[in-house]
């Protein structure tokens, strides 16, 4: 990305915080606690390098949060000892979600150097970010503030969240409503780009007999799925264990996932109908030739969808532990 349209983001990111009277800041932590963007960075290496899909799941456990309540972090509790509040991981929309854990790992050494201070709604964020740049993505400089909410909503989780069914009129709303514009609705989606697909989200694409269900999927393609998931499609599927790759690069955050979705091996319902829709192709068939283009677009995107909803100043709390409010 030449330094230009670096600029042009940056106006476009600043503006955007402006508008909607954010309190997070770049230099939020300067005095409190300097270092914890260094301290967040070392202590996910060790989990990255064990664990390579581990990359792919914090990415998708900070979207999954930031759709419910906003980044509140409110993904990471555990249920209430009372039993009143049902936790957002309750939900069948949140299937497959992993790496909590990994939160509440960083957070207690940031605590250790840095007590009180730092939210874990910033320290999702962060691991999301480096998730990105450590699978080759783009390096994307966030604001700081968040605080933790001190509430979470299994109902809202079930309705905020989309389903592995998900077109895209439904898909794109639920962007524009975080801020986003069409090129960088296309642009978070291409997230997709890391880590797997549980078969469990695609069997109903795979069994249809409607060629408007499978969208442009290419006749090796679907075969090789169903090989893949072949157990769930005989209605064999126990233990949700099998899943394929999202695209050819699932290690990698690259346009591999635009590349593929035109060339007919969309993994998900919404992969193959973006790549057809007339709104959505044109930009599909861009990113799929212009990586740079696309991560200038995913860095605009992400960060908008990492500022949406936040609570800041005197709202929410710093948790000490992150599955838990005390």
Known sequence: MDIRNSFVVFLSIFSFLGINGSELSYHFYEKSCP??????????????LTDPTSPAALLRLMFHDCQVQGCDASILLDESSNGEMVPEMASSKNFGIRNRESIGVVKSMVEAECPGQVSCADILVLAAREAVSVSGGPQIRVPLGRRDSITMSYKLAEASLPSPNTRVDAMLHLFTIKGMNLEESVAILGAHTLGI????????????????????????????????????????????????????????????????????????????????????????????????????????????????????GNEGVIRKRCNEVV
């Open 35 to 48: 270092q914890v963007e260094s301290i967040v960075r070392t202590a996910l290496a060790p989990i990255f």
């Open 197 to 312: 697909t549980h078969c469990l989200s695609i069997l109903n694409r795979l069994k249809s007999h409607e060629s408007s269900n499978k969208g442009e999927m290419s006749s090796d393609f679907e075969k090789l799925l169903k090989l893949s998931c072949k157990n769930g499609l005989g209605g064999s599927l126990s233990n949700n264990s099998t899943f394929v790759g999202n695209d050819l690069t699932v290690f990698v955050f690259d346009n591999q996932y635009y590349r593929d979705a035109i060339a007919g091996r969309g993994v998900l319902q919404i992969d193959a109908d973006m790549s057809m829709d007339p709104q959505t192709a044109p930009i599909m068939a861009r990113f799929a030739i212009d990586e740079d283009g696309f991560f200038q677009t995913f860095t605009s995107a992400f960060m908008k969808l990492s500022s949406s909803g936040v609570l800041t």
